[in-house]
Structures are given as C-alpha cells and as structure tokens.
C-alpha cells in the first residue's frame, strides 16, 4: 500500500499536478484532535489513526481516478469526501438531541440527508464541468498545509510550555528520581518494609470507577444501597462510611493509591499551570504496589483499558482486541466522524463484551497460577457509557452529549451500579467459597459523580458529592485497624502492615480538589468533604 501511494504522488509530481490536499486534510482531524488532547495522549498514538486514513485516502483517490480520468478533479472530490465525513461528527454533536416543538430533529437520520444529497450534487457537477480546477487545487493545497502548520503549531507550544509531551518529562533523570520512574531508593526502601509470610493469600484490588459513597447516593440520587451494604457486611467486609477520595481525577486517584503516596509534588516538578495527564498515568507502569507484590513472588494481573494503558503486569486479562479502540486517541477519531453512530454501536458492544469478561475472569483468573497473585482490576463502571440496566439486560448509553446531569443520565447510572453490585456480589461469593485459597479484597472507587456539577466553581455540596467515594475491606487479619474516613491512600498501607507483616506509617487521609485545565493546582478541602 505505501508502494502504491508512493506511486500516486511519483506521478503527480510527474503531471506537475501536484495534488497533495486529499492527504492534508485526511490527517488535520487526526493532528487537530491530538493538539486539544494532548495533556493526556502519547504521540505514538497518532501513528495508527494517521496510517489508516493514509491509505483510505490513496483508496478513494485511486477509484476516483478512474472515474473523473483527471487528478484535479479527482482530488476535490477526495477532499469533499474527507470534509463531509469529519465534519458531520462536529455538527451532529451541536445539533444532536435539539428539538422542535417537542420533536427531536437532532438526529442521525435527519443530518445524513443534506450529507448524501451534497454528495452527489459535488460529484455530478465535478464530473460534468470542463473546468480543470487547477487554481482552485493550489488554494487547497496551500489550505491543507496551512491546517496541518497551525495544528503543529498548538503542538509546539504545548510542548514548551509544559516541557515536552510526555515522554521529554519522563526521560529526564531529576523528575524520574522524583516521580519515582524507575523506582526510585525511597520506593525500594519502602519495598524492604514488608515482610515475609509462609503463606501468600491472593489479593484483589477492585476499582469500580465513578461508584459513589452510600451518603451520596442518597443525597445527590435518591438511592438507597443499605442492601449491598448490609450483605458485603455480612460476608465480614469493613465498610468505610464516610470514607472520601484522594482527589477528584481518576488519572491522580488511582496512581496515589497504587503509590501509597500523595501527588502533590508533581505541582513543583511539571508547574501548576500545566495539563499533562500522562506523568502520573505513567506512574501507573511500575507502581509501588505492583513492585511490592513482585518481590514477594506474586504473579501480577491487571485488566487493560484506556485510563492506563501501561503497566507492567505478568498477565493481560480480557485484552480489547478491537482496532477501532486501539488507544484514546483512535476513540476520540471514532466520535467526531460520519460514521460516528455505527462505530458507537460496534464501541458499546465491545464495551459490554469487556464488562462481561471482566467479572467472569475476576474470579477465576487465579486457578491460572500456582503462585499467589495480585489482580488489579480497573473497570469503567458504573462510570458512562452505562451499556447494562440493573439486572445485566443489555440497555443503549446515552445518545446525545450535549447535555449532561439529566434524570436519563442518573437513572442510566443507576441501573448500571445495581448490576454491579449483582456482579460483585457473585464475585465475592465465588472468592471466599474457594476454601483452598486466602484471600484479601478491597473493594473501591477512585471518586464519587459529578451530576449537577460544576467543575469551574464548584460549591460545597458539589465538592462532597464528587469526592464521596465507596471504600469496602475483606481481610483475615487488622480489620480492627480500619476506620470510618479512611481515605486510598491508606488503603496498601493498612493491608500490608496487618497481613504482611509491614511498618508503614500511616498518612493523614486529605482530599485535594484541582480541575482538569489545571490538575497540579491543588486546594485542600478536607474539611468540606470529611463528613457526609
């Protein structure tokens, strides 16, 4: 395929053609999204998106071809295509769920029809004319390159002002000691304070992303979940009532927790102006936990998905497979294209598909191994897109984003969180019936919901809600050592000083609130959120 589009652009070059806007514009929505997301994107994931559309546009531009028999036309009508299919993505989400007189015309099958009709309309009149459109192709040649400049532009700037693109920052040896990639000697020291066992019990750390604390869900939803309570409680789980986040990101919770540290340092290493997302998700690759777990002979698992794509796990469970998700930003492509509604379809059932392996592998995955292991098991759930109603029924996500915090979106959120706690229950119950294994659980959620929410200026039930977070404990030995605001940071710190034999002190359970423009501004407010 590359020998082909070599080809094509040998010849045009040939032709004194020079029909290169097809290809500017094919990848300035790929280049463009990145630049608005690059706090929390790798450059290696524009590689895919950028090689697919590639040989899409040679594809096109080569049947065209031979249907116009001429490259100028040809490649007008590449770029209408190519204009169309991502410009529609960006209309639909304006437009999307609008009503009329109580009618909802924002809809997939009313936008497609002004699209297919433009379709054939441009291509019938580039077919018909005797125009050779050759100026016309020069100022879209030069629009194309103008594009992809300004994109690059963006690109460079964030770059200096946030001192690379997360991948300088982790490359210089002062913030690696720092942030603790490798690990660092204080990281190894703190390894050396667990001890030995004669016996390893299995340990499960389930994070149940978005699931709010029971205060919250009463407060802020109307939901009673005194039962799921009452019977974790009854299996002998430590329930922490008023147990609160860390902090209001998944992308800073969940590194603090497997760090068994606070983040705040990364103020003074990347600045409190910066949006980088990706130093502390790549804290998530070799994390203190998963470090200490190794030394002790555990067999490592993790389930994959886009919140942290990197950790260095012995196992992979229940992998995506599906192309079209293959990182964060091949997802963000995916919602802002014509074919956006039948890719959302194919996205929801892939998702559902993950779910269900999820909880099936969950407790099963350690009659895999002999040695004891450490799963992690990260699902985004009850979190949107909520894919199952209460009973597991499959049900549609929301459609239309253009508003958020409806009753909808709060029944859909709810009927997602009871399946889970079907689901969690059927985990629990499978795990400690397996008399010839110990084992250890925390269940846990890395922070509360944002419905009603206002993330510039956030008053304080706003703050209480999105901090509520639910925090359950199983553990054969120390439950005596857990308490009622325990907060994650401390959770690996408890389990490792009651049944591993650990000296680790304990922190004092803070909640720091920061946005997502500026996640390194913290502003302590523990005293708003500590009690429900």
Not at 173 to 191: A, H, L, R, Y
Not at 275 to 301: A, C
Not at 470 to 499: C, D
């Amino acid at each position: 395929m590359l020998f082909i589009m070599n080809s094509v652009i040998k010849f045009m070059w040939i032709k004194k053609t020079s029909v290169f806007h097809p290809y500017f514009f094919a990848i300035f929505p790929i280049i463009s999204t990145y630049s608005t997301n690059m706090q929390e994107l790798l450059p290696n994931y524009l590689i895919q998106p950028v090689v697919i559309m590639l040989i899409f546009t040679t594809i096109i531009f080569l049947i065209t071809k031979l249907i116009f028999k001429n490259w100028s036309k040809s490649g007008i009508f590449v770029s209408t295509i190519i204009g169309l299919i991502f410009s529609y993505g960006y209309i639909y989400f304006q437009i999307s769920g609008f009503e009329l007189g109580g009618f909802t015309i924002g809809r997939h099958m009313f936008l497609i029809i002004p699209y297919v009709v433009a379709f054939f309309i441009i291509g019938l009149y580039i077919f018909r004319t005797k125009l050779k459109f050759d100026n016309i192709t020069k100022i879209l040649n030069v629009v194309g390159i103008t594009l992809i400049l300004v994109s690059v532009t963006n690109i460079g700037i964030y770059a200096l002002e946030n001192e690379g693109l997360g991948i300088v920052v982790l490359e210089q040896e002062s913030i690696n000691e720092t942030v603790g990639i490798p690990m660092n000697i204080q990281d190894k020291k703190m390894i050396s304070l667990v001890g030995d066992l004669q016996k390893y019990p299995d340990v499960y750390y389930i994070i149940l992303d978005g699931y709010a604390g029971e205060s919250s869900l009463e407060r802020d939803l109307g939901f009673n979940n005194s039962k799921f309570i009452e019977l974790l409680e009854q299996k002998g789980f430590f329930i922490a009532s008023n147990s609160h986040s860390n902090y209001a990101q998944t992308f800073l919770s969940i590194p603090s927790t497997m760090n068994m540290k606070y983040l705040n340092f990364l103020k003074d290493v990347l600045g409190e102006e910066s949006k980088d997302q990706i130093t502390p998700m790549t804290m998530m690759e070799n994390s203190l936990v998963m470090e200490i777990f190794k030394s002790k002979g555990y067999k490592t698992i993790d389930f994959p998905n886009n919140s942290f794509e990197k950790i260095n796990s012995d196992y992979k469970a229940c992998e995506n497979e599906n192309f079209l998700e293959s990182n964060k930003l091949m997802t963000m492509i995916n919602k802002i294209n014509m074919f956006e509604y039948f890719l959302t379809i194919i996205q929801n059932e892939n998702i559902r598909k993950n779910q269900e392996c999820f909880f099936t592998e969950l407790s099963e995955i350690h009659d895999k191994f002999e040695e004891p292991v450490f799963i992690l098991g990260h699902i985004v759930l009850p979190h949107p897109p909520n894919v199952f109603g209460p009973n597991g029924e499959h049900v549609m996500p929301r459609i239309y984003y253009n508003e958020w915090g409806t009753q909808e979106d709060k029944d859909r959120y709810l009927g997602t969180l009871q399946y889970a706690n079907l689901r969690i229950e059927e985990f629990v119950n499978n795990v400690l019936n397996d008399n010839e294994r110990d084992s250890i659980i925390i269940i846990s959620s890395d922070h509360g919901t944002d419905f009603d929410f206002d993330w510039d200026n956030p008053n304080n039930e706003m703050l209480k809600q999105r901090f509520s977070n639910f925090n359950a404990y199983y553990m054969p030995k120390g439950q005596e050592l857990l308490y009622e605001n325990i907060s994650p940071v401390n959770s690996f710190r408890i389990m490792f000083n009651s049944n591993f034999n650990g000296n680790f002190e304990l922190l004092e359970d803070k909640a720091y609130w920061s946005t997502y423009d500026k996640p390194y501004k913290f502003e302590d407010v523990t005293e708003i959120v500590k009690n429900p």
